[in-house]
């Protein structure tokens, strides 16, 4: 029930003092996120800038409370204030946060619900408790649908900033299976967005090989999209769940509304990607973790936006893909799994680096928890990874426990199969074969670094690490 005073602005009519929340920026996820809490009953007032999307607030939102400025949304919201922005990242919250934090109060709390970046969040967090406000970084993931009936929340701040309000995140967010809430504080400041960038750089991977496993089987395994929507719904009941995989399916079966052709046939080749996978990958490299699966699936998004230049390539350097006479179906399933395994090892490695680097004590049972509800990467495979967390909460890799080990050795001739047939046929597949070097690599327990030490030491006199005793030494190497 509105309560309160009415001020009556243009069109628009604003309760003053009576909403529980405000939302700022009322597109695709602000929006839906609003008629979200407004399910679990709250009053939710709502400002954007643009007055088609008030109206379609005040369309869609019950009890909602559209106001036609910032300074109206902070009068009809009780005290203290809650606020919700939902706005681009980057210099979008910087001007918002400059034109909130004057005019809140202590005790009233800033939230940033947009994909910012952790360190952007850090300076802000520092930036409203000098003013005495309470500010969270809140990742959230579900895209539009998640928004509306339950995201994964991926909340940063102090837990103090965070009391009032996690009772309605908590409520807002998704069920995982087994009925928990797929909210958590997961850290002070930056955390929660750190969290949900390496979900982000998770996504990118996982993506990338669903997209390989499709394209392989195509190009060099000859199925129709019939067959291909057949195997993936397949490999959907089984380890390989996940809602990734389950939208696969759709977009397989799905026929252009124009043509009739099978959708893909009509969809250009080329991906966008909006900073998240990119930052992902950096922030691995800045930590000096190997998130090399990550890294790739953002190189091929950069190498498919090439489009214009690789059409050129392809007519001066065409490469004959050769069709398998093996059936490869049930590797690349194999391929997918472990090649899934391999990326969720490098997003919690990068998380455990992440939280020691910046004293964040991040409960990565906890990530895993609330990733198994509501959000894009949302998968069986996290009920596996959840016990091997709370079996061994300080393993440095997924890939260390058993259970999980037994998975990738598991599948490991039918991946290694796959990686050999795409590169014997000039089908680029780098997830798989960076997610295969990975596995390898990690279990590696002598690697070629000696020659890279023995490099740097002959053009730089970096001297190198020797077996047999501690300590730097440096060798003449063209003699004295
Ligand atoms: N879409 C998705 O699947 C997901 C998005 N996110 C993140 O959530 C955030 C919002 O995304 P999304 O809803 O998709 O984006 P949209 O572009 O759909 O909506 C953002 C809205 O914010 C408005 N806006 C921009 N600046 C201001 C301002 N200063 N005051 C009020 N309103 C403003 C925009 O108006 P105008 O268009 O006029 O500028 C627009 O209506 C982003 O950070 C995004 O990365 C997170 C998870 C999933
Ligand atoms: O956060 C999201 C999903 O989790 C957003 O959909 C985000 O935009 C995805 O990244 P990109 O646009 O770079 O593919």
């Known amino acids: 029930m509105v309560q309160g005073n009415s001020t009556r602005t243009g069109a628009e009519t604003t309760a003053v003092g009576s909403a529980d929340i405000a939302v700022l920026g009322l597109g695709v996820m602000g929006r839906n996120l609003a008629a979200n809490l407004a399910d679990h009953g709250a009053v939710v007032a709502g400002?954007?800038?643009d007055e088609g999307r008030r109206g379609a607030f005040a369309a869609q939102v019950g009890n909602a409370v559209p106001c036609a400025s910032v300074e109206e949304l902070l009068g009809a919201l009780k005290a203290p204030r809650t606020i919700l922005m939902m706005?681009?990242?980057?210099?979008p919250v910087d001007e918002l946060t400059a034109a909130l934090l004057p005019r809140l109060s202590p005790g009233d709390v800033l939230i940033d619900g947009g994909n910012s970046h952790f360190r952007d969040t850090n300076r802000r967090a520092a930036l409203a408790a000098a003013a005495g406000v309470r500010f969270v970084g809140l990742g959230v993931s579900g895209g539009e649908e998640g928004a509306r009936r339950g995201p994964a929340l991926m909340a940063g701040g102090d837990a103090e900033a965070l009391a009032p309000v996690a009772p309605l995140l908590a409520a807002i967010a998704a069920r995982a299976p087994d009925g928990e809430s797929c909210f958590a504080r997961v850290g002070p400041e930056g955390a929660g967005h750190f969290v949900k960038m390496i979900h982000n750089g998770i996504e990118y991977a996982d993506m990338q090989l669903i997209a390989e496993a499709y394209h392989l089987l195509r190009e060099i395994g000859g199925c129709s999209y019939e067959r291909l929507a057949d195997i993936f719904a397949e490999w959907n009941g089984g380890e390989l769940a996940s809602y990734l995989m389950e939208i696969t399916t759709d977009i397989l079966r799905t026929k252009d509304g124009e043509t009739g052709a099978p959708i893909l046939?009509?969809?250009?080749?080329?991906?966008?990607?909006?900073?998240?996978?990119?930052?992902?990958?950096?922030?691995?490299?800045?930590?000096?973790?190997?998130a090399p699966t990550i890294a790739e699936a953002v190189h091929a998004r950069c190498l498919s936006a090439l489009k214009d230049e690789r059409v050129r390539a392809a007519e001066a350097l065409?490469?004959?893909h050769v069709p398998s006479t093996e059936d490869l179906v049930a590797s690349v399933g194999d391929a997918l799994l472990s090649g899934r395994i391999a990326v969720y090892a490098q997003g919690f490695a990068v998380i455990a680096a992440g939280s020691r680097q910046f004293g964040w004590d991040v409960d990565?049972?906890?990530?895993?928890?609330i990733w198994r509800g509501g959000c894009i990467i949302r998968a069986r495979l996290l009920d596996r990874i959840l016990t091997a967390l709370n079996r061994a909460p300080e393993l440095p890799n997924l890939m260390l426990d058993p259970d999980i080990a037994g998975?990738?050795?598991?599948?490991?001739?039918?991946?290694?199969?796959?990686?050999?047939?795409a590169t014997l046929a000039a089908v680029p597949v780098p997830a798989m074969a960076s997610a295969l070097s990975y596995w390898d690599g990690y279990r590696s327990g002598r690697l070629w670094a000696n020659m890279i030490q023995a490099q740097r030491d002959y053009f730089g006199a970096h001297g190198y690490e020797r077996t047999?005793?501690?300590?730097?030494?440096?060798?003449?190497?063209?003699?004295?």
């Open 47 to 49: 400002y954007d800038l």
């Open 87 to 91: 706005v681009p990242a980057g210099a």
């Open 265 to 290: 046939e009509v969809i250009r080749d080329a991906a966008g990607q909006k900073g998240t996978g990119h930052w992902a990958a950096t922030t691995a490299l800045e930590l000096g973790m190997p």
């Open 318 to 320: 065409a490469i004959p």
């Open 364 to 369: 990565l049972a906890a990530v895993a928890r």
């Open 407 to 421: 998975l990738m050795t598991r599948g490991d001739a039918g991946f290694r199969r796959v990686v050999a047939a």
């Open 468 to 480: 047999d005793r501690p300590g730097m030494v440096h060798t003449e190497w063209k003699g004295a």
